[in-house]
């Protein structure tokens, strides 16, 4: 090769890599701007979030919210007036399988598990508080209990013989 071909070389490869870092750069520099835009809210996530949280997000306070609470509860009450729960089995291993056993086998909100050691001190307070507790709700040190397990259409009957089932099936 001639001198003026290298000379050609090596000045075609500096404008190389100066053209490579400058690029290097502007994809740095969109990173950055891009990172400091925040994200538009996705209109559809939102609704999904807002019907998820809404049961649990509503706030009443005062008088007012009194009233609002205790009409939303009987509006409740008159959509689900006439339903029974799983066809009205008073079996306990079918409701358990179908309600129970989402918190009772996990252990999710502090629910014992189908264990005797976790029950022993239940048991000792007596069946009729355990059906209370099971029936109207519960909130103690070890976690919740929703009334009715969350299934506002069980009959009494129903959770005191889920209740029972649960007690006899202990490991």
């Keep these: 090769m001639r001198n003026h071909d290298l000379v050609f070389l090596k000045n075609f490869a500096m404008v190389i890599a100066i053209l490579v870092g400058i690029t290097l750069a502007l994809i740095g520099l969109g990173i ?99 059906n209370k507790h099971a029936i109207e709700g519960f909130q103690g040190s070890a976690g919740i209990m929703p009334a009715k397990g969350g299934n506002p259409n069980l009959t009494d009957e129903q959770v005191i013989a889920t209740v029972q089932w649960m007690v006899d099936n202990l490991k």
């Design 32 to 130: 950055y701007v891009n990172g400091q835009l925040e994200p538009e809210p996705n209109p559809v996530a939102e609704r999904a979030t807002e019907q998820r949280i809404r049961p649990v997000g509503g706030v009443y306070a005062g008088s007012t919210g009194a009233a609002a609470q205790a009409a939303a509860a009987a509006a409740a009450a008159a959509a689900s007036a006439g339903q029974v729960a799983y066809d009205g089995t008073l079996d306990g291993s079918v409701i358990y399988a179908a309600l129970c056993g989402a918190c009772h086998t996990a252990g999710a909100g502090g629910a014992p598990k189908l264990e005797r050691a976790a029950w022993t001190a239940r048991i000792a307070q007596g069946m009729d508080t355990m």
